[in-house]
């Protein structure tokens, strides 16, 4: 990894200084407005704690939700905050205001070992355009500038890529390097056997993960909906499973090409509905009947999978296996999830690639028994189909 990191920042650098962090505080809240899972925030409290003990005033960035490039009082980071507040022993301000006079000044007037949170940056219009002036407004609030927020990486914002040109030096955070470690050593150069797991509703979404995972895997195992593109395309009859029909001959040229690389389920768990997990049966990958639907990889496929997961030495995991939210279809992304717990404990590099993979290991609670959990689910996808991620490239290289 060639990205400057903060470790790669002199005392020079941070004592003293304005460290403007961009984090990913994008988290849920509960019916009460309070934060109900603040895994992006203890995430990010690493990469604080060592600016703060390095004697920086730390200014951190942040977008939340959606708002339409204005203030929307449902959007505040207030609540965010306030958690912050309860995690770090630190002194903790906050400010109802991004850029500007008010800010700058608000920068200015924080004491060594100080945090500020600015508001929103989605309230800004240009933020989501990369606007140069804003780029330029934001860069006024730090004297160093450092972008932790991978989940927010593919994306060329003004508070991660346009900031940086006017905000040095520009450098990595922890969590940057570490998600950048992880994936990168995994795409670059795995311990094998290497095995990849891709799960999900569409091919369309991950044909280039999967093209791009195919000459570098020992195995890529396919769950979810999108193996009944596959097993259309072969000739089986998929009942009322998702099928996308456009991709069916994308599915036969990877189907040859991918030989016995590419491992498709031997069986399925079907039911007439979602909604009807009390006639779910488990069918042979070619005996899905008419009218019934695929909601989940088959037991006999757990098997199989759990077996070529546990003799792997580096284990990579982007997509549910089916809709796990609903048992019994989380069986086959439960029985993953065990099989990459199981292959960590045997000393096994294991990956999440975020999104839903990394909501599952939560739920099962198994989080603490993989090697890494990403928080960035389409910044990961990015990054494992080989894509430049604007957050990492705006960074200082070595």
């Known amino acids: 990894m060639n990205t400057k990191t903060i470790r790669d920042l002199t005392a020079a650098d941070l004592h003293g200084k304005r460290a403007l962090v961009r984090v990913d505080f994008n988290v849920p809240l509960n019916d009460a407005g309070q934060v109900a899972d603040d895994t992006r925030i203890t995430a990010a409290l690493p990469t604080i704690t060592t600016l703060l003990d390095g004697?920086?005033?730390?200014?951190?960035?942040?977008?939340?939700g959606r708002p339409k490039g204005a203030p929307e009082a449902k959007y505040s980071l207030a609540p965010v905050a306030a958690r912050l507040k309860e995690l770090?022993?630190?002194?903790?301000?906050?400010?109802?205001?991004?850029?500007?006079?008010?800010?700058v000044s608000a920068t200015k007037a924080l004491a060594a070992g100080e945090v500020l949170l600015l508001e929103n940056t989605?309230?800004?219009?240009g933020e989501e355009k990369n606007d140069d002036a804003l780029s330029q407004q934001l860069a006024q609030l730090g004297d160093v500038y450092v972008n932790d927020a991978f989940g927010a990486a593919h994306r060329a914002h003004a508070s991660t890529a346009g900031v940086a040109k006017y905000c040095r030096p520009a450098v990595a955070g922890l969590l940057m390097e570490k998600e950048l470690a992880y994936l990168g050593g995994a795409l670059a150069n795995p311990q094998r056997p290497f095995v990849a797991i891709l799960g999900g509703s569409k091919i369309s979404g991950k044909i280039d993960v999967v093209?791009?995972?195919?000459?570098?895997?020992?195995?890529?195992?396919?769950?979810?909906?999108?193996?009944?593109?596959?097993?259309?395309?072969?000739?089986?009859?998929?009942?009322?499973?998702?099928?996308?029909?456009?991709?069916?001959?994308?599915?036969?040229d990877l189907l040859t090409r991918g030989g016995d690389k590419l491992v498709l389920p031997v069986d399925a768990t079907i039911a007439p509905a979602m909604d009807a997990g009390a006639q779910a049966t488990a069918v042979a990958r070619d005996a899905i009947p008419a009218g019934q639907a695929m909601f989940d990889i088959g037991p006999a496929s757990v098997t199989q999978y759990r077996a070529l997961i546990e003799?792997?030495?580096?284990?990579?995991?982007?997509?549910?296996?089916g809709v796990f939210e609903k048992p019994p279809f989380d069986v086959g992304t439960r029985g993953v999830a065990d099989a990459m717990a199981h292959a960590t404990g045997q000393g096994a590099t294991t990956i999440i690639g975020g999104g839903d993979s990394a909501a599952a290991v939560a739920e099962a609670g198994l989080e603490s028994q993989m090697s890494h959990v990403s928080t960035g689910g389409g910044a990961s996808l990015e990054f494992l189909e080989g894509k430049d991620l604007p957050g990492v490239s705006a960074l200082d290289q070595r």
Not at 93 to 101: A, N, Q, S
Not at 122 to 125: I, M, N, S, T, V
Not at 311 to 321: D, E, R
């Open 311 to 321: 003799s792997a030495k580096t284990v990579l995991w982007n997509g549910p296996m």
């Open 55 to 64: 004697g920086a005033r730390v200014i951190l960035l942040a977008h939340f």
């Open 88 to 103: 770090l022993p630190r002194p903790v301000h906050f400010l109802g205001e991004t850029v500007g006079d008010a800010a």
């Open 122 to 125: 989605r309230f800004l219009p």
């Open 211 to 252: 093209e791009a995972l195919l000459p570098k895997v020992d195995h890529l195992l396919i769950g979810g909906a999108m193996a009944c593109t596959f097993f259309r395309a072969m000739g089986f009859e998929t009942g009322n499973s998702l099928v996308e029909p456009d991709r069916l001959e994308m599915a036969r």
